[in-house]
């Protein structure tokens, strides 16, 4: 049985205090440590690298940390401490930055519309930024995109999830044909199978106006295109230095 590399110990590690931690303080760490859309009075600049260590609930951390656990091993045994460590939080921030963007482009597309029926930017601006919402919007726009509003400038996003995904990809990227098993459905699916199903999901739901719970579908995705990127960047790398030891 292969041992842990020890970078892997103590993520995991730092997970789970981070877990028990957030478990004891309540609500105020999550304020504090989880990661909050930027003009949110609640957004620190911290909350950039400590939303990856903070988890939802017990099935939260025990998935991720069963993840990293199962591949980010065999990643960091390739690649050592320092190249895995660099690829978990570049991963991590890609995550991150893609789901901050799909929240702007939520919260714009609401507010332009609002600015347009005659709404100051700078009121809708205050009076988001004090957890409340002016009735009179609805005369303009609907109760979902009131919702969609106040969702993606409330949202808090914590997880290693992206990390994950991102380990995922890089994964089925170097050993596509190795065979995997998801809990639900026990039949073998080889990895360059498997991760495309479970990018197809978070694809199909972060559009979808179905929801299996407050999950950041777009933070798993950023995750992968930052994951595959990396790979494929390193790849060509490695095929340029390489290209003449003939």
Do not use: C
Not at 121 to 147: M, P, R
Not at 162 to 168: E, K, N, S
Not at 180 to 189: G, N, R, T, V
């Amino acid at each position: 049985m292969r041992s842990l590399p020890d970078i892997v110990k103590q993520l995991i590690i730092v997970n789970v205090l981070f877990f028990l931690g957030s478990m004891s303080l309540g609500g105020s760490a999550y304020d504090l440590l989880a990661l909050h859309y930027p003009q949110n009075p609640t957004f620190a600049p911290w909350q950039i690298a400590t939303h990856m260590f903070m988890h939802g609930g017990v099935n939260h951390i025990l998935f991720n940390m069963f993840g990293l656990w199962m591949f980010g091993g065999t990643l960091a045994q390739m690649w050592g401490r320092n190249k895995f460590l660099f690829f978990y939080f570049s991963t991590g921030l890609g995550a991150a930055a893609l789901q901050l963007g799909i929240n702007y482009l939520q919260i714009i597309e609401v507010v332009d519309q609002l600015v347009g029926a005659g709404f100051s930017a700078t009121d809708l601006s205050k009076t988001l930024q004090a957890g409340q919402y002016n009735t009179a919007w609805l005369n303009e726009i609907s109760q979902s995109q009131l919702t969609q509003l106040l969702t993606a400038f409330n949202m808090s996003m914590v997880g290693a999830s992206g990390a994950l995904y991102g380990i995922l990809v890089a994964f089925a990227f170097l050993f596509p044909n190795t065979e995997l098993m998801i809990i639900f459905l026990p039949i073998p699916i080889k990895a360059k199978y498997f991760v495309p199903i479970l990018l197809g999901s978070d694809l199909f739901f972060g559009f979808s106006s179905y929801s299996l719970g407050p999950i950041a579908h777009f933070a798993h995705l950023g995750g992968a295109v930052t994951g595959y990127a990396m790979m494929w960047y390193w790849k060509k790398q490695q095929f340029k230095n390489n290209r003449w030891d003939l």
